[in-house]
Each structure stands twice: as C-alpha cells, then as structure tokens.
C-alpha cells in the first residue's frame, strides 16, 4: 500500500468515525479506487449501490489527493446534502487529520443569483415593465429587494425568499445578458462574482451537470480549473448534456428580445426585428393549431415546416442587423446604458444563432415541435464523441451512481459517456489505435469499471412482486387488471406506498380508482401534480406514515424514505422510452439503420437504469423491510425481461399475489404496533 493510500484509509476512517457511521466494505473498495484514479490519472466507472456512502468514498480521496476536484451533481437535493451536510460534517476531522486548511464552494450559473444593477437599475425594461402590469407581484418584489439588501445575503436563488418565478427573472440575467464584473457599477458587490471567486480558490467545487456539459460543449471556461472531476448521478448525465446544449425557439423569447432592442436601441432595425417577432408568433402559433387538430404532425420533423421557414429567416436577418448596430454604436455610456446594451446584444445574438441553427438542422440533429407550448426545439443526436474529445482528454473522469450497469454490464454507459468509442464493445478492443498522452491529455478509453454492491441484505430485506396474470400494458395507461391489484396491494400494506408510473395519465387513472376504492379506509393519498415541488411532496408522505404518494418520473429517482412511510414500491410499467419521444426514438432509429438495434441499445438500457432507480426508493436502511410490485407481465413473460431484472437488486422474487400480501399485511401490522 503507497503512503497516499494509507492516508486515503485513514483519513477515510476519520471521516467516517466524525458522522458516527460505521466502515463498509463497498465503501473501501471505492475509496481505494478513486484513490488510484487520482494518482495514476486514469478514468473509473464504479457503481455503488445504496448505502455504500458513495459521496464519502470519493471526497475523501479527492481532499487527500490535494489537488482542485470539481464535483458535479444532476440534482439540487444531492448538490446541498454535499455542501451542507457531508463536506461540514467532515471537514474539522479532515483537517485534523491531514494538517491543513481545507476549502469547499458550490458554483452555480450566473441566473442563479440576483443581480444587483438590473434590481437598481433606473432604466426600466421589459421584464421589470411586466411587473408593473402585474401588481400582485409587487409585494414579492419588495421582498427579494429587502432580502438582497441584507448583510451576508447570497444571493443565490436557493437561499431566497419563495417568489414569483416572473420576479426572480426580472431581477436576474443570463451569462450572455451579464455586463462583467469589471464593467458594472455593482462589479464588487456582485452575487455571482462573489461565488465565482469562492470557488476559484477551494479544494473541492461543487456544481451541476448543466453547466459542465454547456462547458464542454462549447469549449468555452465557465467553471473553475480542475485536476478531476467526479460525475455523480453520472447515469443522468447524457440526458442532462444533451438538455443542456438543446436549442429552442418559441415566441415569447423572440418577442422578449424584440422588445429590449425597440425600447433601447429605437430606429428602423429594432423595428424590423419587432415586425419578424411578430410574424414569427402568428406563424408558430398557426402551426401549432394544424398539430393539434392533425396528430401525424406532432413530435420529430424531418425538415423545417415550409410555413415556419421564412418567418425565422426574417427573425435571422432581423436579430443579426440589430446585433451589428449595437457593435457599431461606440457612444461612451454610462453603467446602466452599458449593461442595458449588453442584455439586448445577449438576448438578440441568442435569438440569432438559434434561428441560424434551426434554418440548418444537420442530420446529426434532432428537430421537433412541442404544441404544448409552441415551442421549436433542436438537439444533438449524440454527444458522446463531444463529451470524449472536450471532457475525457483533459482530465481524469470518476463517474458513479447506485444504477449504471445493464444487464451486469457497463458497455451502455461507458459508450454514452465516451469512455467507449461506439463501435468498440471493450475499453481493451485489439488493433485500437493507442492514444497519445505525451502533451498530458488522459486517454479516453483507459478506464476502469467496478460494482462495489451494496451493505444491505435485498433478498432478506425486499421482496420482488412480478405478477404473471396481469395482461400487458397498453397506450392508455394502466389496466383495470392493474389498478385493482395495485388497490388490493395498497390495502394489504395499509398504505405505506410509493406507486409510481411512466405517465400523467397513469397518475389521473390511479387516483380516481384508488379513492373509490379505498375511500372506508383511513389511508391519505398524495398525488403529484404537474410543476408540484417534489421535496414537499416527499416530505408530507414521510411524516404520514399510512399515506400513499401518486407520482410519475420525476419521483422514480433520488427520493430518500426510509422506515415504515415506504414498505411497499408500485411500478405501473416497464419505462420504455415513447414512441414519440424525439431524441430516444431517433438514436433508436438510427442504432437500426446501422445494422444494430435500437431496441437493445437505446429502449432496454433507458428502462433498465430507470427502472432499477425506481426499484431502488424501497431499501433505503439496514432495517427496511419491505416488496417492490411490477406490474407489468412482460418482465417474466418477454425474453429482455431478465436483462431487466439483473440490473435490478437482487430481491427474493415470487409470482404469487397471496404470499405477497400475507407479507405486507404482517409489516403494516407490526408498523402499527411500533406506533402504539
């Protein structure tokens, strides 16, 4: 054992004995694996499953090792469990132990925090104009100015008071719309700045996927240099990129930046460019009308609508002269004008470049319309060549997630990532051409992936509920079949549930029945909403113990209940991608027009990792107890169905209902004892 990894195992010791847990193997293995990424400067994949104490296993050795870590998160409820509670807990013993000074900062983009010249502003805008419109919005407005104007505040959205979404925009800017800190009257005082610099100087900086990817993508710095990165929720964070770097194009954006230009920079240009935004909203808004009333319209277009074409043509030309006026106007100003001038540059470049792009869309691109809200989206096909030449050369990469593999293998992910190239089915493929690492690039595909499993005991602590007899889904959500088992489960659990399904209309369906059903029973039901907080959700359905909670994706991962609240987890249906979800079934499609299969590699993973997230809410402790319900028959009765359950914990599995409910009504019954 090298000196740093009998630190690594100490520190490691210390860490663990300073939030009085307990060692773990799993936890071990992968501390010690991020230890030796670190310092042999390769990748590793290591997936960990719940209960292994991941976030330890690699902030340990990243502080050990010295040198700057950037962490990246995909949720908000991992970043703060990070900087509020795991680093601070740690941090005292940490220092103690390695005697030094240890930092750690948290890096959000820069419309995560106010911004103090357009609050102060005395040139008005748009945005600040709408809230003149709307008076009830008036008292929130007062209250973010109070709290800005407190000392110590941050700033930063999350630490706000709740307000209007309409209110926090209209005090906030974008990155294209920020003047600099160098160039704005509120420069030293700025919230944004202020983290920057924070973060620029600490030993481990914590930020999100989003960011990364935009960093990544447009090889343009946003976030602070780093000697690695650790990628956390790492099975999120293809998806997260490719969200990250999507272009959309909707009305109110243009006519956003129309407005800014037309009070600003007044003159026949802006009002071109107000004309184009007018005409652009008239023609988007008349083809949403032909996509509702004609379905074959709806989801993935081949081309640009013929109808659409020349209004964003108009919007391109119009945007761009509005942008080569502002360069051309040399008038020195003063601050307010100046960071006036650059928000109208960043709103119409941004406006500009994506009507350049959609005008473009190259058939590495996927282009589609939501009529929900009229709204033009493009995304990249793939970003795993972007992500393995711009992330994985420059600096060693540890991914981890209690979910990455499929089937027991890494292959999905790896390729998604870019540790793989596409058309290798190994990191060590015979007759690859090696990589050169003599400039002090990483070479991509020298990576190395490790399952360190779980402390919990599943097939004692869980059981596996797969019912044979329930007839296969359809397109309309659950079946009766379905909704009348999932009642008799519920009531033999007593409550106690967390039923999720793979859509809104499976959500409306189980409420109306299972409010008829179990309406003589004293069982709470909490159904989720579309835009409901997901925390105050999940928060309600810990504290009422005999409640059940409704939900759809966004509950399948990151809800963290243990005890009695969750002894029974209801899945509607396998998660299959939709047919009409543009990016999936296009990479799908284009995996089958290659000779593969876009079934086997694009659908099954996707559902495999989601559904051994929503597989993984049940076991949440040592001392959990309790059945995970699919019910969906097609997972013992198709032949993809044991790739399905192998990347599944591996709970005891049965088919049959009566033993199942026996189980649950033995807990529920002892759970209500307890409570006695």
């Known amino acids: 054992m090298s000196d740093y990894q009998a630190k690594v195992r100490s520190a490691l010791d210390a860490a663990v004995a300073a939030i009085g847990g307990e060692p773990r193997e799993g936890q071990i293995e992968m501390a010690e694996a991020v230890a030796n990424a670190l310092a042999d400067r390769h990748h ?28 990246a998160t995909a949720t908000l409820a991992l970043q703060r469990q990070l ?13 103690k132990e390695l005697g030094r000074e240890l930092s750690f900062a948290v890096y959000k983009g820069i419309g995560n925090y ?46 706000a008071p709740e307000v209007d979404r309409r209110v926090w925009f209209a005090n906030s800017v974008s990155g294209r719309e920020c003047v600099g800190a160098d160039e704005c009257a509120f420069g030293s005082r ?18 999100n996927h989003t960011l990364l990817a935009i960093e990544i993508v447009d090889s343009h710095p946003i976030l602070p240099e780093r000697d690695a990165i650790i990628l956390d ?13 999507t272009e959309e194009m909707s009305a109110g954006r243009v006519e ?49 609508p013929a109808q659409l074409e020349a209004p964003i043509r108009k919007v391109k030309e119009s945007s761009q002269a509005v942008v080569a006026e502002i360069n051309k106007d040399s008038e020195v100003m003063d601050p307010d004008s100046m960071a006036e001038r650059v928000r109208v540059k960043g709103a119409a470049s941004e406006v500009m470049q994506t009507a350049q792009k959609m005008l473009r869309p190259g058939s590495t691109q996927v282009l589609w319309f939501d009529p929900t809200f009229s709204t033009l989206h493009l995304a990249p096909l793939a970003v795993s060549a972007v992500l393995r030449e711009n992330l994985l050369t420059q600096a060693p990469v540890i991914a981890t997630s209690a ?83 999932l009642g008799e489960l519920i009531e033999a659990a007593g409550g106690r549930t967390l039923a999720l399904f793979s859509s809104w209309r499976g959500v409306e369906l189980a409420d109306a029945h299972l409010r008829s059903v179990l309406a003589e029973l004293k069982i709470p039901i909490i159904t989720q909403k579309r835009g409901d907080s997901v925390g105050a959700l999940v928060e309600r359905f810990a504290k009422e113990p005999t409640s059940i909670l409704l939900g759809t994706i966004s509950l399948w991962q990151g809800i963290d209940v243990p005890g009695p609240a969750c002894t029974l987890v209801a899945i509607d249906r396998i998660p299959f991608p939709r047919p009409d979800e543009p990016v999936m079934s296009a990479r799908a499609a284009l995996a089958d027009e290659s000779g593969g299969s876009g079934f086997m590699q694009v659908s099954l993973p996707r559902a495999a990792l989601l559904l051994a997230q929503g597989t993984g809410r049940l076991i949440r402790s040592v001392d959990d107890r309790g059945v995970v319900a699919i019910l969906d028959s097609r997972i013992v009765t198709k032949r993809y169905g044991s790739i399905l359950l192998n990347s599944m914990p591996p709970f005891w599995r049965t088919s049959d209902g009566a033993v199942i409910k026996d189980s649950l009504k033995r807990l529920h019954k002892e759970f209500s004892e307890q409570d006695l």
């Not at 290591?46 to 050990?64: E, F, M, N, R």
């Not at 929720?233 to 770097?245: G, L, N, S």
């Not at 290798?424 to 400039?439: M, R």
């Open 44 to 71: 590793l994949l290591v997936q960990a499953g719940t209960g292994t104490g991941k976030s330890l296993a690699y902030l340990v050795p990243a502080l050990v090792h010295g040198k700057k870590v950037l962490v």
């Open 83 to 95: 900087v509020e509670r795991d680093l601070p807990r740690i941090k005292p013993a940490l220092e």
């Open 114 to 159: 106010l911004c103090l010249q357009k609050m102060n502003s005395e040139i008005s805008d748009p945005d600040g104009e709408l809230l003149l419109e709307i008076g009830a919005l008036e008292k929130d407005a007062k209250k973010l100015r109070a709290w800005a104007e407190k000392p110590g505040s941050s700033g930063d959205r999350d630490d």
């Open 190 to 207: 700025c919230f944004s700045a202020n983290a920057k610099t924070k973060a620029r100087a600490a030993d481990v900086v914590v930020t």
């Open 233 to 245: 929720e790492a099975h999120e964070f293809m998806d997260r990129t490719t969200q990250a770097v």
């Open 256 to 304: 956003r930046a129309a407005k800014m230009a037309k009070k600003h920079f007044p003159g026949k240009v802006s009002d071109a460019f107000a004309k184009a935004a007018d005409a652009f909203a008239e023609a988007i808004t008349d083809f949403a009308g032909d996509v509702r009333s004609d379905p074959a319209l709806n989801g993935r277009l081949a081309d640009l």
């Open 403 to 485: 979910t990455l593999s499929v089937g027991k293998s890494f292959d999905s992910i790896a390729r998604a990532i870019g540790f793989l190239a596409a058309e290798s089915s190994s990191s060590n493929e015979e007759g690859q051409t090696p990589f050169d690492t003599s400039n002090g690039e990483v070479d991509p595909s020298n990576v190395q992936m490790l399952d360190v499993g779980s402390p919990f005991d599943f097939a004692n602590q869980g059981m596996l509920y797969l019912p044979k007899h329930l007839p296969e889904p359809g397109r309309d959500g659950p079946t009766k079949e379905a909704l009348t088992e």
